[in-house]
């Protein structure tokens, strides 16, 4: 599952699952991914199976996020599910700027289609309610539709990459680096997990994931 012109610090769980009557190899990859070209590495958790064939595993039958399979045989890592995609300074992908629409949709200033997903639930799963202190399930709705949504999102970002740091750390996650702006290396030193502003560190010192 390794893409060509990257560098990753993956881990790897296997292990055998039943599908039906039929055996198949559930095979997770996890870690930080530098593709060529990006600015940052970020985390990656995707999943594939196998068929077996005469007692090996053969051809590829699924692949993918497949995050509840994933969290099904190995519900250890399922506080990693939230983070993929996320980069290595902690925020998931376009985290504002998502967060923003999907309270623009809430408050209906775009048509909602039958297909749509339910906005609240997006919002929530994009941002990572619940990761932060003050994060309150029950008035998730109220932030959204708050004036200073924006603010929050930004004061909520130091938080949620400390969070993203303790997390990492509990599953011996390595970070990466460069040397010359352009070759990510898996970082050698310092502990698994690391962020490069110290306040962040600092608060991902106090949080037990």
């Known amino acids: 599952m390794t893409t060509i012109n990257s560098t990753n610090t993956f881990q790897t769980r296997t292990t055998v699952i039943k599908d039906g009557r039929r055996k198949l190899q559930l095979t997770v990859q996890f870690g930080m991914q530098h593709l060529h070209g990006n600015a940052q590495p970020y985390f990656s958790m995707?999943?594939?199976?196998?068929?077996?064939?005469?007692?090996?595993?053969?051809?590829?039958e699924s692949c993918g996020c497949m995050?509840?399979?994933?969290?099904?045989?190995?519900?250890?890592l399922a506080p990693l599910v939230k983070w993929h995609l996320a980069d290595q300074s902690g925020i998931p992908m376009h985290y504002k700027a998502n967060a923003l629409y999907w309270r623009d949709c809430l408050l209906g200033k775009f048509p909602h289609r039958s297909y749509d997903p339910d906005p609240v639930e997006t919002f929530a799963s994009h941002v990572c309610y619940g990761s932060v202190e003050g994060d309150d399930e029950e008035r998730i709705e109220e932030r959204m539709r708050s004036d200073d949504l924006g603010e929050w999102l930004d004061k909520r970002a130091v938080a949620l990459a400390a969070r993203f740091v303790a997390d990492m750390s509990a599953h011996g996650i390595k970070m990466m680096t460069t040397v010359d702006?352009?070759?990510?290396h898996p970082v050698s030193q310092g502990g698994p997990a690391w962020h490069p502003l110290p306040e962040v560190q600092a608060l991902a010192r106090t949080i037990r994931s």
Request: glycine share 6%; proline share 7%.
């Open 46 to 60: 995707t999943a594939e199976t196998r068929r077996f064939w005469r007692g090996k595993p053969y051809k590829v």
């Open 67 to 76: 995050h509840d399979t994933i969290v099904k045989h190995f519900p250890e």
């Open 181 to 184: 702006g352009e070759r990510w």
